[in-house]
Structure formats: C-alpha cells, structure tokens
C-alpha cells in the first residue's frame, strides 16, 4: 500500500523534523585543513588561484594553525616548499626543512591538533614528479626509499600522521618499515590509495610550485575510468599497513568512496581538491552561486558517500558555520 498511507513529506514538515531523521550530520570533527608551508620569515603569499590560502613560513603556519585549533578544526596537513629543487628532491627530508620546522613550531605552541604531512617529492624535485627520473622514466624502487626518509624526517619533528600521496608501488610498505626501525610503531600512515591522475590538481600545483616539467603523473596516478582498480589499491595499501585510506579527488569521485566503504573496515578518507575549492571561490565571488550552502552540501555529499575523514580547504568556513547555525 502506499499514498496516501505514505507520505514522505510528513518528516519534512518542520527544521526540527527534519533535524530528527537526518541521516548525515556534517560537523568539524572528521575535518583537516591542509596548508603549504615555505622557508623564511614573516612569509604570507597568497595563491592566486585559490582565495584564502597561503604559502607560509613556519612561524606564520603556527598562527594560523592556532585559528584552525580554535574553531575545533581537529587537524592539520602540511605541505612543503624547499629552498632549492633539485633531481632527487633531496630537501624533502631536511631536519630543517619549512614542514620539519612548522611541525616543531606547533608542537612548541602546544595547540591541541593533530599534525599530518603529504609525503612527497613533486614539490622538491626540479622537474616536479612524484620520483626519481632516469631515461624519462620515473623509478619506483629508488623512489619510496626516499620517501621513507621524508615521512621519518617529519615524525622526528613530531608529525602524528604521515600520508604519502605520491602513487609508486610499496611506499606503504617501506614507509612502514623505516618508522618501525626507527622505534616510531605507534605512528599512523593515511594511505593516498587511490589517487586519480586528474585536472582538479591545477591550482594546487601552482600553490606547492609542482607541476611536472615534462610528460604528466599518468604513469603513477591513477586512470579516472577506473573504479574496481581502486579497491585493488586500497586492498594493497592496508595489507602493506595503511592506517586510513583516501580516495582524491572526492566530488567527481563519489562512487569510489561509496565502494570503497563499503568493502573495507578501515576509517575512509577524501580530499576535496584545489580545483573542487578553486571553482567554488570563483562562482561566489561572481555572486553566482551561495557559497555557504554550496560548500555545507559539498561536505554532505562527501560524507554521506562514505568519508568519516574530509581534507578541504573550506575547513575553516565549515567550522565557523556549523558554529553559527
Ligand atoms: C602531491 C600532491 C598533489 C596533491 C596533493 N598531494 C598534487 C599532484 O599529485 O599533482 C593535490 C591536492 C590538491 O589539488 O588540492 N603529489
């Protein structure tokens, strides 16, 4: 049987009804807020093509980290700019490096945030790959090793959280390994599982000053018609001792999030992209579109796909409007 048994619209009627059978509640809890990190002093550039977000010096990252733990933001993620490029992206794990010192920075300060790096080497790396180059090829053996020394340079100064996004085979494992040999058994890894190759990375890659100098990430990242490749990522990364697991980008990618939650009982991550953000800002500030219900439904939608666990670069303006509302 159903109308005019049934009628939907009956828990539709009010707020507070509507309140009531909510199935997804957005809060600042499961959110990270990433930030670029570079070397100096009193360094605050903002990145033309994202509004709102900075390249920063460590002691400008504490500050802004202070607000981020101030509006119940629970975490951070830090991105690097190093000094000088070079072949291996040898700064990448440099005891003073701008993420090695924004980390230390912050722990001094005693904010109550968890602090996660992107372990990488695009951003330190002359001809802007996620590895090293040899006959145009980008190595993978070679590659996580160096990778693993990153993610230990950042636990050393006191990361809770590392996450390699670079995409090469085994870096799980290795990471793994070099922090177990290095007496750090209790910190987590979030897995970049499966990262698409995708255009959605534009405007971040003019932010970390990333992009390849040749070719493109296809051979590592991942293709974006594949959906059952990615549970196949996702299994491998957690076997090699994944804590969390992401899906990036997430708007174009909710499906993924949806199957991988559904077939894996680790916590499920998504990283809502630089361009996702960058096409927001640019229709608001055109007055086209209502950007705070745009952004809080954007946020729905990537949770109520699947992610417990959202990286965005709205963190910020979530948390001050969910206190607001
Ligand atoms: C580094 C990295 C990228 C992003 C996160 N880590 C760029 C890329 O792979 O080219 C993208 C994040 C964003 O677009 O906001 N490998």
């Given at each position: 049987?159903?109308?005019?048994?049934?009628?939907?619209?009956?828990?539709?009627?009010?707020?507070?009804?509507?309140?009531?059978?909510?199935?997804?509640?957005?809060s600042a809890a499961?959110l990270i807020y990433?930030m670029?990190?570079?070397?100096?002093?009193?360094?605050?550039?903002?990145?033309?093509?994202?509004?709102g977000?900075f390249?920063q010096?460590?002691d400008q990252i504490v500050e802004e980290s202070r607000e981020v733990a101030d509006l119940g933001v629970p975490a951070v993620?830090?991105?690097?700019?190093?000094?000088?490029?070079?072949?291996?992206?040898?700064?990448?794990?440099?005891?003073?490096?701008?993420?090695?010192?924004s980390?230390?920075a912050i722990r001094k300060a005693k904010l109550n945030l968890v602090v996660?790096?992107?372990?990488?080497?695009?951003?330190?790396?002359?001809?802007?790959?996620?590895?090293?180059?040899?006959?145009?090829?980008?190595?993978?053996?070679?590659?996580?090793?160096?990778?693993?020394?990153?993610?230990?340079?950042?636990?050393?100064?006191?990361?809770?959280?590392?996450?390699?996004?670079?995409?090469?085979?085994?870096?799980?494992?290795?990471?793994?390994?070099?922090?177990?040999?290095?007496?750090?058994?209790?910190?987590?890894?979030?897995?970049?599982?499966?990262?698409?190759?995708?255009?959605?990375?534009?405007?971040?890659?003019?932010?970390?000053?990333?992009?390849?100098?040749?070719?493109?990430?296809?051979?590592?990242?991942?293709?974006?018609?594949?959906?059952?490749?990615?549970?196949?990522?996702?299994?491998?990364?957690?076997?090699?001792?994944?804590?969390?697991?992401?899906?990036?980008?997430?708007?174009?990618?909710?499906?993924?999030?949806?199957?991988?939650?559904?077939?894996?009982?680790?916590?499920?991550?998504?990283?809502?992209?630089?361009?996702?953000?960058?096409?927001?800002?640019?229709?608001?500030?055109?007055?086209?579109?209502?950007?705070?219900?745009?952004?809080?439904?954007?946020?729905?939608?990537?949770?109520?796909?699947?992610?417990?666990?959202?990286?965005?670069?709205h963190a910020k303006d979530v948390a001050r409007w969910l206190k607001s509302?």
């Open positions: 049987m159903t109308f005019p048994i049934h009628r939907p619209r009956r828990l539709r009627r009010t707020e507070a009804l509507r309140d009531l059978v909510r199935e997804t509640r957005v499961g990433p670029f990190a570079c070397p100096g002093n009193k360094v605050r550039v903002e990145v033309s093509s994202m509004p977000v390249q010096s460590p993620i830090l991105f690097g700019l190093p000094e000088k490029k070079d072949e291996t992206g040898s700064e990448a794990a440099s005891p003073t490096g701008a993420v090695q010192r980390i230390e996660i790096t992107d372990v990488c080497l695009c951003e330190y790396t002359s001809h802007g790959h996620c590895g090293v180059i040899k006959d145009g090829e980008v190595l993978n053996d070679p590659s996580i090793a160096l990778l693993a020394d990153a993610a230990l340079s950042h636990v050393r100064a006191g990361a809770d959280i590392v996450a390699p996004s670079d995409m090469m085979d085994g870096r799980v494992a290795a990471i793994r390994e070099k922090l177990d040999a290095n007496k750090f058994t209790d910190i987590a890894i979030l897995a970049y599982a499966a990262k698409y190759s995708s255009a959605f990375y534009g405007p971040f890659r003019e932010a970390a000053q990333s992009t390849p100098q040749f070719g493109d990430r296809r051979s590592y990242q991942m293709d974006s018609a594949n959906v059952r490749e990615a549970l196949r990522e996702v299994a491998l990364d957690i076997e090699e001792g994944a804590d969390i697991i992401m899906v990036k980008p997430a708007l174009p990618y909710l499906d993924v999030i949806a199957s991988v939650r559904e077939r894996f009982d680790v916590p499920v991550g998504a990283y809502n992209v630089s361009a996702e953000y960058s096409m927001v800002k640019a229709a608001a500030r055109n007055g086209w579109i209502d950007e705070q219900r745009i952004v809080l439904e954007i946020m729905t939608s990537i949770q109520r796909a699947g992610a417990s666990v959202v990286l965005t670069y509302c």
